[in-house]
Each structure stands twice: as C-alpha cells, then as structure tokens.
C-alpha cells in the first residue's frame, strides 16, 4: 500500500484510517470510533470505501444479552418455594402445615408448583389442612445460596451474555418469565496487515470538492482540493430528449427515398369534391365503393366548385360513354375528406405532368371504420405516378420491383392479377420481406385512357401506391396499428430511433 | 367487391379435373379472385372486378379455367333454342322501372351446391353489379307453377295482394313494402310512383314484384324446381341484358337449355337473351409497345383463347370476339390485360424505367421538416394524433364557444370522430390528459394539418398545417412557453410580438396573441385552471399554437 493509494481515499476514510492505525489493537466498532466530528453514518460510508480498497475487513458478529424483566426483581430478593421451605426449617422440624407458617397467600400460591416441580416436598390433605414434607435435596439446597438469585443479581447489575449462564438457570428464568434476551449485531472494523504498515504520517487531509467549480479552474486550487469520488454505477434519474414521432420520422425516412429514386412530391386538400375523389378517377357516380356507408359525407361545408368547364366536360363525356348513365354535376359537386391518395395523381394530372414525369405524395386519408387494433380512422397512403410516352407493362413491374428492394428490403416479388376502377392492367404485388415473409406490399396499375385525356394527358401513365403500415408496425416493433397514432409518452420516450 | 363460397368437390365437377384447395390458391388469381378462407370443402373468394359478374359463381370461374388450364379454349359454346313465351311490358312502368327482360331454362338438375350458386350468383349481381338491386333486380321463377303469356305491368299500392317469399299470408304492395323486411330494405326504389311493377302470369298468378319480392307460390327456387323463367328489371335495357346473360350462361354451365323468349316494349319487340359474340379490335403495336414484349401471332391468339376470346390477326389489328355476359371490354387494356394474365404476370421480365427526373419534396415539407428539427431541438416530443375530434373536445373541455366554420362529418363512425379539427392544442390536450400517470416533465409538440370553413377556396375548405408544442410540468409557466416560441420564431427568421388578449382557454393576464406583419398568426398563454379540470389534469400547462403554413410561405 503506497502513499498514492492511501491518499485516493476520501478524507472520510482517511481519517477513519487515522483512528484505527492510532488505536492499540487496530480493531474498533463504528461506534467506538463515533465523535461529533465524524457521525456514525459517515463513518460507516468511509469503512465500505476502505474495505473495497483492502485496508479493513468488517467483521460482523452476534451478541446476545440478558436483561432482567421486572417480574425478575420480585425473584431477585424472593425466590417463592424457597422462602417457604425457609419457614417450615423455621419451625425446626423438615414438616409443617401450611396454614401454620407465616408467608403471604399468594407466594405461598406460588411456591406450592415450584415445590412439586423441583421435588422440594411432598404435599398431603391432612383434615383440610395442607401438610408440607421437605425432601432431602430441597435441605440440601437450602445449606447452599440460591444459583437463581445469583445469576439474577449478575444480569441486573453488569452486562451478561447468554453462553455466560447455565442454559437450565436461563431456561428456569425464562420459563418465570424473570429475564429477556436481547440480540445485537455489532461490526468490527479490522485493520489488515497490509494497512497496519501504512505511516500515519503519510496520510495527508486535504479540503475535499464535490463540485468543480468555474473558481475552482480559475485560480489553480483545483490543484490544492481533493475531488469527491463518485460512485459511477449508481443510476441516476432519467433524462427525456425531445424526439421525433417514431411512425413520422419513418415516414420521413421513405420521403427521403422516393426523392432519391427521382419522385416530386405532390400534395392536395384534405377535404375533397367527389369530383378530384372519384369522377376524375373514372368510377362511376353509381359505383358501390361511393356509397353511403363506404364514404364520409359533410354537413358543413356541402359543396366545393368544379375545375374548368372543359375538364368538367371531358370527365362527363369519358363518364356517358362507358358507362352509360347521366353524369351529375351536382354530385361531383359534393365534399367528403379524401378516402384516398390517388385524388392527388388526378390534380396532378390536370396541373400539368414533365415528360419524363414521377410524382409521389404521402396523404392522410379518411374512412369510415371503427378504430380498433388493426384498424385506423386516418390512415396515410403513399401514392404516385409515372408518366412518359415509353412505359410499359414491365416497366410497372420493375417500378414495383425496385420499391419492394428499396424499402422492404425485398430480394423476391410475387405479382398478381387485381382491379381497381381506374387502371388497367392492374397488378397487386407481394414482397418477401427478410423478417415478416411475405406481404402485400402495393397495388398499381396503367391509368385508364379513360381517365388520363379528360384531364389532358395522353402518354402512358402507371400509378402505384404502396401499403407501408406493416413495414411501419414491423419497424416499431408493435403489433397493435394505434400506435402509430400513439397516445402512450412513455412509449414515445423509449421507441428506439435508430 | 363481392365476396363468394364455393365448393372445391363443385368446381372440380364442373372443370371435369379435380382441383384441391392448394391448386386453387394460385389458379383463381387468373379468374381475378383471392382466397379470403377455408372451411373444409367452402372456400371464399374475393372477387377484385366489379366488372365482371361472369366470374361471381363457380359456373363462371369454372368457365375461366378450362380455359387457362387449356381443358377448353376460346368462346364458350352456349346454344340457345327458340321458344314462343312472350312477355308484354305496361308503359304505365316507363317511370318507374321501364325494361324487363326474361328467359327460360329447363333440364335443372338443382342439387345443394347448385341451389346455394344460383342464389349467390342472384344476389351478387343485384347488389354489385345492380348497385343494390337499383340498376338491377333478379327474379328467378319456378316455370312450372306459371302460364305464360307473361305480363310486366303496373299494379296500384293497395291490388294484386299476394303471398311474399318466407311469408304466410297475402299482402298488397304497400303492406309488402312496410311490412315485409325486403319490402322495408327496397323500397326507397319504388316509393313516390303512383304505380308499382308487378310481373303476372296469363292467369293472374304474381311471380314477382320487381325489385322487391318474389312471391312464395311461384318464385321458390327449390333442389325439386326442374324449369325456371328468368326476371331482369331496369331502367338501361343493355345493362339488364349483360345481367340477363351472365346468369343464363351459368345455367348453361350445368347442362340447362336455355330458351329465348319475345319482350314486348311499347313500339317494338325484342328476343332475348341474345348471346350472338361482339367483337372488338386491338392494334398489334399497342399490345406490343404496352406490354414491353414482342409476342407473334400465335402467341397472341392462344393467350387470347385460353382467356375465352376467338381471336383473329386482321392486318395490323387483332381481332377478338367475347361472349357478352362481358360488357367491361372498354378499351384495348381491357383485352390487353387479359392477355397479361394469360402470359403470366410472373413469367414477364419486370424492366425498371430508365427515366431521368429529378426528385424534389415540396418546398414547405422541406421548411416544415425544419421546424420539427427545431421543437426536437427544444426538447419536446413530437406526437401525431388524429384529424378527427369532437366538438366536446374541441370547444366544450377548452373552454371556448363552437364557432361557425367548423368542418363536420354528417354520417361519423362515433361522436368521437365527427368533426375536423380547426386547431392542434386541443389535440395536445388530450395527449397529455392520457399521460397523467408518467413522468413529469411532460413537453410535447405536434405539426399536423387542421381544416376550417373558407368559401374562398376550391373544396369550401382551407387545410393548413399548424404548430402546437405544449409544456406540462409543476413549475409550467408562460415564460417557459415564451421562451421557447422566441428561439423557435429566431430560428425560423420571423419576427414577431406578443400582444396581451383575453381568452377563455387561458388565465386572465398570461396570454397573448402572436402577430406577425400585424396579423394575428397564434396565440401563446398559461392553460386556465378551470380547462385544465375539464381534462383531469392536475399539472399546470404553457402552451403555443401558431398557424405554421402562413407563416413559412
């Protein structure tokens, strides 16, 4: 044990040092060691530090001591069956009458059990009377001092640990309830032979710092304090750092993507006419998906106006011819939060498309279902378009394809036959995820001609959208789909980021 | 989209080649159908086209897949004999459901699974196809129990009673519609006429009232019904015909005969059903170039055929005929898509588009990922919670009065979700209402689009996005609020100043408006106690809403 070792230790365990290497056997309780400079809870603080660092051992033992009670006074200066047997020896015979002998009613009560007990005498019924004979042990005992009251004066007057006594005295005591015991852990701190060679001269005390202060640094008596150990593995109380929403950082993170695969991103209204919702999208104002129960409506606002009299018409027009009924302006009219994203690829269209063009958005979407673990009110869709003279139908799958390899991480695809009102082909395309196997991931299709000249777009053009909540749920590790939505903070706090 | 059971054992029996349910999983796809279940033999399909209500019975898919397993190819072979039945259309219909048109099909040999197809098949094509029985309405009648001549014709509410389906006693067309629960379903399709259809038999016997009920006597269809006369009621006669076909081509499908009959319209007649094929014309190079594959012409004409088309090669044209239980052939895709199928969406060679476009997030996304940065920066949370509230949350808990440009939802799911929010705090309110039980501090923050009334606009609607970022701790107060919104206003370069207001949602003397180039653009206070109660919350709260999308263009 060096000096630079001792002098790490904190001042309270320097001093604790100091006052053990000071006492003669290099031993000593806590308590001992106690004064009003250094209370007991600091020196037991300092010992813990000293024995971690091998200059004590902590010797923990168990005392047991023996406390007089005060039903054991009352037998310290009368032993019950004693003080009879005295008086009947008073009489001069080893025989009397119980009656006859001159002690209280009570202890004569008393020692009548503890005469029996001890086989002090032999009791007879003689005319009502009660006759007591003496035996020889009990003669006998009386020639000696009682042991009993002899370990009572002992317990009442110094401190008397339990192996001290005869385990039937102990025993005896207990069972007249004259004496407690009473049980005490007590700790020895014991030099070790290593510390016992340490100088006490070498120990020096410095001021010691909890706190580096800004003075501390600036006038160098950083150099003169010693700093206050920590005890680095205690936890501490945690600290929550702003974060983004863990669903819409995700959905940042494909933005990013589409933007790197050459995507512009659109956007449009969250309340829709009919007419951007479904008309321009080709599916007739009599189709079930626009019913009642499969859309919402509005009470206030009722209706939105319609884009320019020649788009109206040409959508009428594409409308009366294939589907054959009367197209109703009035209903296009109608508004209804939009129930999807493609609303936006229409908008786009009619704005105007580059040749070559990509376009994609993320749109908060409404319909009318009941909030439930697999089922949200809103919902985002991710949706776009691709418009160039050259596209083909393979094209759309390779589109396809490098969106399940880009952001499912998928090294195969699976595409099947689908419909939807306003492509044709249509394609719906499974990806086999790393994790979750496969899934659907995205539905697409060549947009109807039907659709695409109304609104003043002849090329070819392949709208895709993608269903990225599984993906979503599968990052953040949940299989509930609310949380996306989460109401939890304690979730948020502790959603990992990366 | 419909969705159907079949039989695995009746399809296999139909295709003449047994089918296990695994086989099936893969084959239905190129009948536009997904397995949703299976329970032993039943399976259930979803049917994605709404278009093609050929393929809404195993009749149909059976039909679909001789082809593409090359058991049978090309049009399907439906004969139709001649009969001399004639039914008479009353013009006193011609508003109210003008058209009918009929047919009749004898040789049933009807067992169970048979006898759940055609009730399915019946059913999906009024609901689906029928847009609920409006466009459409399907009545098939036991022929033996009827005597033709058969008449289309108008009855009063209140004559011609007679016995509906599942019922005992006669009733007359008003009571069926108020008493009869199909009567109570269908009958904002007749309701408002002077007149109901009605179709009678040349002794008076009620088959059916169009759209709304067959009688019990006559249109029971039952595994001992051994004939039946078709019923197809609208108002767009090739659209009924379509309906008309489909179903008599699934008859077809079981062995049946089926027998064409004479309508008689006001002015002219008509027999029917009709299935002569249309033909339609595809250009080669479209395919071709829309397809990204260079297929020769007998490539294309056994693909064609193996999806129930006769094909031709014509020039530069293909030239295809189609049965007409068909009316989705619209476009050249329609058959172009067919042809895809038939290739085998899997066996193409997925070709990723070498297009050079440059990707770009709109500029706003961009200015707004930028706050979002700064409120994190701030240490708040960011939270995303639902566009939908209520007016409970809304306005009652904040204390404020309900004002005249709310957005609202006339048929909502839940009062809870019945009207657009105009504003984010609320939101944020109700988040932190739901947290009372986890550590304190709680900061949170929210950019997310909120929607008001404002005629000015396309939709009658302005939806912007907004910030609102919140600061719920024992020790909130308004200056920690201010504090914020100072470095996040610095940070976004946008001047502003606070100006003292009063507010209900806020304690009196620590509120203000936030006003920008003179305009009011948000408002920034210490909740008032009196709304913190109403959310249960015992913390105090420092708050902020601005309208961000105004600010940052």
Known sequence: MNNGTVNALTNEEKKVLLLLLSSETGA????????????????????????????????????????????????????????????????????????????????????????????????????????????????????????????????????????????????????????????????????????????????????????????????????????????????????????????????????????????????????????WNFDALFQPQNHPARDWTDTYRLISPKQGRLPDDGTVEAVKRSHESSWKYVWDPEKARNLMPRAHGTCLSARQLHAGVSLPGKYFSIARCFRPDVLDRTHLIEFNQIEGIICDESLTFRNLLGVLKQFAEEIAGARQVRFYPD???????????????????????????????????????????????????????????????????????????????M | MPTLEISCKDLSRLLGRTVTVEELDDLILYAKGEIDGVEGDTVKVDQKDTNRPDLWSTEGIARQLRGILSLETGLPDITIEESDVEIFVDPALADVRPYCVNAVVKGLDIDEAFLSQIIQLQEKVALTYGRKRREVAVGIIDYDRIVPPIYYRATGPEENAFVPLSFSEALTPSEILSLHPKGQEYRHLVEGHDVYPLLVDSEGTVLTMPPIINSEHTGKVTTETKNVFVDVTGYDIETLKTALNVIVSAFAERGATIYSVTVHYPGRKERVPDLTPRTFSVSKAYVQKTLGMA???????????????????????????????????????????????????????????????????????????????????????????????????????????????????????????????????????????????????????????????????????ESAYRLAFAACSATATFTEARQALDAFMANCGIAFEVRGIEHPSFLEGRVGAIVVDGIERGIIGEIHPRVLEAWGLEHPVAAVELALERLLE
């Open chain 1, 419 to 497: 419909y939807y009102p306003f492509t044709e082909p249509s394609v719906q395309m499974s990806a086999k995820h790393p994790d979750l196997g496969w899934v659907e991931f995205g539905g697409a299709g060549i947009f109807r001609s039907e659709l695409t000249r109304p609104l003043g777009v002849e090329e070819p053009v392949i709208a895709w959208g993608l269903g990225v909540d599984r993906l979503a749920m599968f990052k953040l590790g949940i299989d509930d789909i609310r949380y996306l939505f989460s109401d939890d903070i304690t979730w948020l706090r502790r959603e990992v980021m």
């Open chain 1, 28 to 275: 000593a309780s806590p308590e001992a060691l106690a004064s009003g400079d250094m209370v007991a809870v600091a020196i037991h603080r300092a010992s813990l530090g000293l024995a971690s660092r091998g200059f004590i051992t902590i010797e923990e033992s168990v005392k047991t001591t023996l406390r007089i009670t005060n039903e054991g006074e009352e037998l310290r200066s009368v032993i019950p069956e004693r003080a009879v047997a005295e008086a009947i020896r008073a009489t001069g015979g080893t025989s009397a009458y119980l009656d006859e002998l001159a002690i209280d009613k009570r202890l004569s009560g008393i020692a009548l059990g503890w005469l029996k007990k001890r086989q002090w005498a032999e009791m007879e019924k003689e005319g009502g009377r009660m006759r007591v004979t003496l035996t020889e042990p009990a003669i006998e005992a009386l020639g000696r001092p009682s042991p009993l009251q002899d370990a009572l004066e002992r317990i009442a007057t110094e401190v008397v640990m339990l192996e001290e006594v005869d385990a039937s005295i102990v025993s005896d005591l207990k069972s007249r309830k004259a004496i407690e015991m009473r049980t005490e852990r007590t700790r020895t701190l014991v030099l070790t032979d290593a510390a016992r060679a340490v100088d006490p001269a070498s120990i020096i005390i410095r001021e010691e710092v909890t706190q580096l202060t800004p003075d501390l640094v600036r006038n160098g008596r950083w150099k003169d304090v010693q700093f206050k150990r920590f005890d680095v593995s205690v936890p501490v109380k945690p600290l929550y750092p702003g974060k983004k929403q863990p669903y819409l950082a995700f959905l940042d993170s494909l933005k990013a993507q589409f933007v790197a695969l050459g995507f512009q991103e659109m956007r449009g209204p969250l309340i829709e006419t009919e007419f």
């Open chain 2, 295 to 461: 297929l020769d012409d007998r490539d294309l004409v056994a693909l064609l055929a193996k999806m129930r088309y006769d094909a031709f090669v014509d020039g530069d044209d293909i030239v295809v005929s189609y049965a007409p239980y068909r009316d989705d052939i619209m476009h050249e895709n329609d058959v172009l898509e067919d042809l895809a199928i038939a290739y085998g969406y899997n066996s193409m060679v997925p070709d990723v588009p070498d297009l050079s476009t440059t990707g770009r997030l709109l500029p706003l996304t961009s200015r707004l990922l930028i706050a979002r940065e700064l409120m994190v920066g701030l240490g708040y949370q960011e939270i995303v919670t639902f566009t939908l509230s209520s007016s409970e949350m809304l306005f009652e808990r904040m204390g404020v009065a309900r004002p005249d440009d709310v957005v609202e939802i006339e048929n909502p799911v839940s009062a809870s979700w019945s009207v657009l929010r105009p504003a984010l705090l609320p939101s944020l309110m109700a988040f932190l209402s739901k947290n009372t039980h986890n550590d304190y501090p709680q900061t949170v923050f929210e950019v997310s689009e909120a929607a008001r009334i404002d005629e000015s606009q396309e939709t009658g609607v």
